[in-house]
T-cell receptor, first 114, second 111 residues
Framework: GAGVSQSPRYKVAKRGQDVALRCDPI?????LFWYQQALGQGPEFLTY????????KSGLPSDRFFAERPEGSVSTLKIQRTQQEDSAVYLC????????????FGDGTRLSIL | GESVGLHLPTLSVQEGDNSIINCAYS??????FIWYKQESGKGPQFIID?????DKRQGQRVTVLLNKTVKHLSLQIAATQPGDSAVYFC??????????FGTGTSLTVIP
């Protein structure tokens, strides 16, 4: 497809389990971003990649959150030992190059921690 | 950091009327702003952007105004249609990559 693809669309996990969320950016896009969106709130920045390099991870809420993009295309956001406050929609976005430009968003993964 | 907020959480307009959605930002270093539209269950969709060296930009039925003096921007939608019903976010960045989003304004268009 032409857009950013995220999988799974919905994920339910028990507290304490590890989860992995996948993002397929638009082909050729250099920059990739992860955001967390709580219900009724705007997206909050988590981390940013330029190709395979993670240039900013200042928004990751704890060391339980880990993101990677080993080949500069697909990215995975991993959350270890999930907690109820991790429940949110996780959005991935990509842009063609670096810097001031619109980001193209996927439809997100809705994560529910029981 | 950056704080981007919206003046009204909800807005209802009659079909065909113009809509104005406002946004205030706190970081004077922010130099690039985007308006996004988000429908239920979907990711944010780009509407229009503006850089800090501009004070107005127009698109198809949409206009963004930027007032750097008071750190305020607005989104104007002309001849609002039912399909415009959604949550609208402004987002700003001082770095070009780390965007700060507001909490959103929910626009409802009344047929």
């Amino acid at each position: 497809g032409a857009g950013v693809s995220q999988s799974p669309r919905y994920k339910v996990a028990k507290r304490g389990q590890d989860v992995a969320l996948r993002c397929d950016p638009i082909s050729g896009h250099v920059s990739l971003f992860w955001y967390q969106q709580a219900l009724g709130q705007g997206p909050e920045f988590l981390t940013y990649f330029q190709n395979e390099a993670q240039l900013d991870k200042s928004g990751l809420p704890s060391d339980r959150f880990f993101a990677e993009r080993p080949e500069g295309s697909v990215s995975t956001l991993k959350i270890q030992r999930t907690q109820q406050e991790d429940s949110a929609v996780y959005l991935c976005a990509s842009s063609p190059t670096d810097g001031d430009q619109p980001q193209h968003f996927g439809d997100g993964t809705r994560l529910s921690i029981l | 950091g950056e704080s981007v907020g919206l003046h009204l959480p909800t807005l209802s307009v009659q079909e065909g009327d113009n809509s104005i959605i406002n946004c205030a930002y706190s970081n004077s270093a922010s130099d690039y702003f985007i308006w996004y539209k988000q429908e239920s269950g979907k990711g944010p969709q780009f509407i229009i952007d503006i850089r800090s060296n501009m004070d107005k930009r127009q698109g198809q039925r949409v206009t963004v105004l930027l007032n750097k003096t008071v750190k305020h921007l607005s989104l104007q939608i002309a001849a609002t249609q039912p399909g415009d019903s959604a949550v609208y976010f402004c987002a700003g960045t001082p770095t070009g990559n780390q965007f700060y989003f507001g909490t959103g304004t929910s626009l409802t268009v009344i047929p």
